[in-house]
């Protein structure tokens, strides 16, 4: 019995005559073409199915791996997260204690304790008068001392002088 392999449709005449071939080559006792195409077609099927198969592997190992980065990162700012909390108490710890020093019993406390202070018995007022004297006494009564010029008068007489013209007026025609 011989068996029939499903090919892609051609015209009549083409497969009548390979039929025609395929017998005479069985007649002759020859190898027929038959086996030679369902070789190289299986050939081809398992290397595309080689070809999906590797890239579904590929495309697999890809997201494995986006899938771990994600879940490491995430780890990372829980982590992150946790020491900023820490950091954060920490801080306000030193905030506290910074308080606690500038109190001012607890910084007489310290100069009465450690620097031997005593509250002053004594208050003593001094009164200053609220207008100075018209009269301002000189810069300097040292006569060994230079004189001193107020120096940006003299560099204003160093610039170059111009002439302010006035417009003259013209009478009108």
Same mark, same amino acid.
């Not at 879940?71 to 820490?86: F, N, P, T, W």
């Not at 019993?105 to 004594?122: F, Y």
């Not at 006494?137 to 001392?145: F, G, I, K, R, V």
């Given at each position: 019995?011989? !068996? ?8 009549? %005449? *083409?497969?009548?005559?390979? @039929?025609?071939?395929? $017998? ?10 038959? $086996?030679? *195409? /369902?070789? #190289? @077609? +299986? ?9 999906? #198969? ?5 495309? /697999? ?12 990162? @995430?780890?990372?700012? %829980?982590? !992150? ?10 801080? +306000?710890?030193?905030?506290? +204690? ?24 004594? #208050? ?5 008068? %609220? ?26 007489? !160093?610039?170059? +002088?111009?002439?302010? %013209?006035?417009?003259?007026? $013209?009478? @009108?025609?």
């Amino acid at each position: 019995m011989a !068996m029939q392999v499903k090919e892609p449709r051609r015209g009549r %005449a *083409t497969a009548l005559v390979e @039929g025609l071939v395929k $017998t005479s080559d069985r007649a002759r006792g020859k190898k027929s073409n038959l $086996t030679k *195409t /369902s070789k #190289t @077609g +299986q050939v081809r099927f398992f290397s595309r199915f080689l070809l999906v #198969t590797l890239l579904i592997c590929l495309g /697999s190992i890809v997201w494995l791996s986006q899938t771990s980065t994600l879940v490491s990162l @995430g780890y990372d700012i %829980a982590r !992150m997260e946790k020491q900023k909390a820490e950091l954060d108490i920490a801080a +306000q710890r030193l905030q506290s +204690q910074i308080a606690d020093y500038e109190s001012l019993s607890r910084i007489e406390d310290e100069a009465k304790s450690k620097l031997g202070m005593v509250p002053a018995s004594k #208050t003593i007022y001094v009164k200053i008068p %609220a207008s100075q004297p018209d009269s301002t006494p000189p810069a300097s009564t040292n006569p060994n001392l230079a004189p001193t010029t107020e120096w940006w008068k003299d560099l204003v007489e !160093m610039l170059p +002088q111009q002439a302010t %013209a006035t417009p003259t007026a $013209t009478p @009108g025609k």
